[in-house]
């Protein structure tokens, strides 16, 4: 039988994956499957990670991050009925369900994006993610974030930079405005 595909397995996976292209695409195909195969034995997983922000609805425990905050992982946890306001991430996105079921709510911009401070969105997917379900953004994807169940439920996010050192933004769609995004981090 195979060693169980271990946290450090695919950190150094993902820095190979990384060194080897730019291209984002790729990368998420490369490492979307292996993000699947590290969320199957969860030997990682500790009980702080449990814990969430109870003003910000959901707490961000940082698994890793190059020194340069680059190749970040991070496990999620979700308060039960909170979530994120619609953001992007300013950099590539590959989530993978660890426990319970989480709705993504996926929009488009419609407009150029010239206008200091306004953003205008459509949802373009609705649905639910799953343990061990993939969910992938390149720079510039749109997504909410929520738990709509009465556990919490975690997922462990990678991203092509620690998410507090990309500028990103958060948006509400019905407001029609765009706003920093900074999270606290555990
Ligand atoms: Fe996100």
């Known amino acids: 039988m195979a060693e169980t595909y271990s946290l450090q397995d695919y950190v150094e996976d993902l820095r190979r994956i990384a060194g080897e292209t730019d291209d984002e695409e790729q990368i998420i195909a490369q490492l979307g499957p292996l993000a699947q195969q590290v969320v199957r034995h969860t030997d990682w997983l500790q009980p702080k990670h449990y814990e969430a922000d109870a003003e910000q609805g959901f707490g961000v425990h940082l698994l890793h991050e190059e020194p340069d905050h680059t190749l970040a992982v991070f496990v999620v946890s979700w308060l039960p009925g909170r979530g994120t306001p619609a953001h992007d991430h300013g950099t590539w996105a590959v989530v993978a369900g660890v426990e319970g079921v989480e709705?993504?709510?996926?929009?488009?911009?419609?407009?150029?994006?010239?206008?200091?401070?306004?953003?205008?969105?459509?949802?373009?997917?609705?649905?639910?993610?799953?343990?061990?379900?993939?969910?992938?953004?390149?720079?510039?994807?749109?997504?909410?974030?929520?738990?709509?169940?009465?556990?919490?439920?975690?997922?462990?996010?990678?991203?092509?930079?620690?998410?507090?050192?990309?500028?990103?933004?958060?948006?509400?769609?019905?407001?029609?405005?765009?706003?920093?995004?900074?999270?606290?981090?555990?």
């Open 103 to 186: 709705r993504n709510i996926r929009y488009a911009r419609r407009d150029d994006g010239r206008r200091e401070g306004y953003a205008e969105l459509d949802v373009k997917q609705d649905f639910q993610a799953r343990e061990g379900e993939l969910v992938c953004m390149k720079t510039g994807g749109i997504h909410a974030v929520h738990n709509e169940t009465d556990r919490v439920t975690l997922s462990l996010h990678t991203y092509g930079k620690h998410i507090n050192h990309t500028n990103r933004s958060q948006f509400d769609p019905e407001a029609r405005t765009q706003q920093a995004f900074v999270v606290r981090v555990a």
